[in-house]
């Protein structure tokens, strides 16, 4: 087996995760943009805690860190993780999402925690 290979196990695992629309666009954002809780309720329309339960879901098996600056925590992909270069090809077929993060920020609700 080639190094770089992903077990037939991880890899179901990985697409389980990543199954949730919710998870599956989060990480796609947080690929290219660290983000925090509140903007996540902002744009799923979902409460704090079942963000948060998401991404302790995703931060478990290490797709996502998470960066505390101040009292605020930011997440995003954790691109050294032994399954990112499957999960990147994943996410490369995917529809860009700045979309949602373009709204946030005409609405003028983009990192409200801050």
Same mark, same amino acid.
């Given at each position: 087996?080639?190094?770089?290979?992903?077990?037939?196990?991880?890899?179901?695992?990985?697409?389980?995760?990543?199954?949730?629309?919710?998870? %599956?666009?989060? #990480?796609?954002?947080?690929?290219?943009?660290?983000? *925090?809780? *509140? &903007?996540?309720? &902002?744009?799923?329309? #979902?409460?704090?805690?079942?963000?948060?339960?998401?991404?302790?879901?995703?931060?478990?098996?290490?797709?996502?860190?998470?960066?505390?600056?101040?009292?605020?925590?930011?997440?995003? #992909?954790?691109?050294?993780?032994?399954?990112?270069?499957?999960?990147?090809?994943?996410?490369?077929?995917?529809?860009?999402?700045?979309?949602? %993060?373009? &709204?946030?920020?005409?609405?003028?609700?983009?990192?409200? *925690?801050?």
């Amino acid at each position: 087996m080639l190094k770089t290979a992903i077990e037939m196990d991880r890899a179901a695992m990985i697409l389980r995760l990543l199954g949730d629309k919710t998870r %599956l666009t989060m #990480v796609k954002i947080l690929d290219s943009h660290d983000c *925090c809780v *509140c &903007e996540f309720v &902002e744009i799923f329309k #979902v409460s704090q805690p079942s963000i948060s339960q998401h991404l302790r879901k995703l931060k478990d098996v290490g797709l996502v860190k998470e960066e505390r600056r101040g009292q605020w925590i930011f997440y995003s #992909v954790n691109k050294s993780n032994e399954y990112y270069p499957f999960v990147s090809q994943i996410l490369s077929q995917l529809p860009d999402q700045d979309d949602k %993060l373009n &709204e946030l920020e005409k609405q003028g609700t983009r990192i409200t *925690c801050c």
